[in-house]
């Protein structure tokens, strides 16, 4: 399974329609040392957009209920942030493919000031509906932010250096998503809930200035024409998708054949996805890509980290607030080792495959550990003191920390320097249509346990979603003990359901044809 199978000759294998000159970066390039002004060149102009991009998703969570506060339509206010996830995860693969043919850099650029405009806009932002719309603008340009970075990674690092730098890209997505909620509250408590995108605009401008210092490379400039059928399709498959993700979580009856409408549309919407991206010139998903055994495994693993990862970030403080009782303070703290972990794991895993040339091995090992932690946890989960589960937490997000940078560099290893944008922003994709897919089916599974036991606690559990232990505070102690009882048995089958997804992703690791660069 460790045999070494050279990057180039499975680009050159799997994109023969892509002149070898732009296929791979040249040799001497990939036999490049790092040092350290390489490092303090390239990392700061990379890591200011990413933390942008990250921080941006958790802080503006925080501050919903003031928005909806202020703002009034509160049964809208879920639309700030289901329009900004479609927004960005439609522009992630858009801004992917121009990097490949008009250079990252200019795009970056691009991103940085539309993410700005849309911030500002929705500072100023009168109504529900005005804000609802500015987070697609602030979506579009979020959406290039990370998706550029990891490409820019890809053009001007050495391979062999890669895997570091991925790690250090993941301990600063790990910080923004530590510091984005802190923050936001801060903020909004402090100067109001428009404080949250006025910052973004010094932050971005800081970004904008560490951007011009990097010397990336020119585009190809080669394609002329740009696949607009492609990108309408596309959104006519993503848009439709989510929607009916984001609604399958509630488990309302009513909803349902809205759902599944949406999902009848969508599929048609890919079918004929995949039939223009055929017979496209200049495909915005070049099919010829994912026909590489690596990169569909790759994406395929990707999505199974952000099922995983998502769904429990999402469900855990649930769990922890209405079965344990823990305060809002405590449930942040006690969630603090979840996300040092994989900060530490994805550290630890770039420093190895740089050292190493390994790649697949170590989310082969580290899912499969993965996994061992979740079937641990629902299994003793009524016998785990409070004090005791950080420990769990932190230990399964340490394994869980060995995908991402694995992930990003196999696919830049085999889609080379013509498709480094293109790779990069598939794999955003993947990780986001399987966070939402992830935490749709782990909110079915919990639904549907405690509606085949207690229909009664079902709806006290939706409840206690929106409003924490608050919502069976009145109930008879005897009651509160039962109800919290059936919720906990419920979590039990939602964390073994995260554990099918790692273990699928066990699966796709082991199974990755590359395993070394």
Known sequence: MDEKIAPDDVAASSLSAEPASVRAAPAHEADKPSSRPLFWSVFPSIMLPMFLAVADQTIVATALPSMASDLGDVERISWVVVSYLIANTIAAPVYGRLGDSFGRKPMMLTALFLFMLGSVLCALAPNIEFLTATRVLQGFGGGGLMTLSQALVGETIPPRERGRYQGYLAGISVASSTFGPVAGGYLTEAFG????????????????????????????????????????????????????????????????????????????????????????????????????????????????????????????????????????????????????????????????????????????????????????????????????????????????????????????????????????????????????????????????????????????????????????????????AVVQGEIGEAFRTAFLTVALFTGFGTWLAWSMPLRRI
């Open 193 to 480: 809930w428009r404080s949250i995108f006025w910052v973004n605009v010094p932050l971005g401008l800081a970004a904008v200035f560490m951007v011009m210092r990097l010397h990336a490379l020119p585009g190809g400039w080669r394609r002329t024409s740009f696949d607009a059928p492609g990108l309408l399709l596309f959104m006519m498959f993503v848009s439709p998708v989510i929607l009916a993700l984001e609604e399958a979580q509630r488990m309302d009856a009513r909803t349902l054949p809205m759902i599944l409408g949406l999902a009848a549309f969508g599929t048609l919407a890919l079918v004929l996805l995949i039939w223009q991206e055929k017979h496209s010139a200049s495909p915005l998903i070049p099919p010829a890509l994912f026909r590489e055994p690596s990169v569909w495994r790759a994406d395929a693993l990707a999505a199974c980290h952000g099922a995983s990862l998502v769904s429990l970030i999402t469900f855990l403080p649930i769990y922890l607030r209405a079965v344990r009782g823990a305060t809002p303070a405590e449930t942040g703290l006690l969630l603090l080792p979840l996300m040092f972990g994989i900060g530490i794991g994805s550290l630890v895993t770039g420093q190895l495959v740089t050292r190493t040339g390994r790649t697949a091995m170590f989310p082969s090992y580290g899912y499969l550990a993965a996994t061992s932690g979740l079937v641990f946890l629902a299994l003793s989960l009524p016998h785990l003191s409070l004090r005791t589960l950080p420990w769990v937490f932190g230990g399964i997000a340490v394994f869980m920390g060995t995908i991402m940078g694995v992930v990003q560099v196999t696919v830049q290893a085999v889609a080379g320097q013509r498709m480094l944008g293109t790779g990069a922003a598939m794999v955003q994709f993947s990780r986001s249509v399987g966070a939402a897919f992830g935490t749709a089916a782990v909110a079915a599974v919990l639904f549907s346990v405690l509606a085949a036991t207690d229909r009664q606690t079902a709806t006290l559990f939706g409840s206690m979603i929106d409003r924490g232990p608050d919502a069976i505070a009145a109930l008879e102690p005897a009651r509160r």
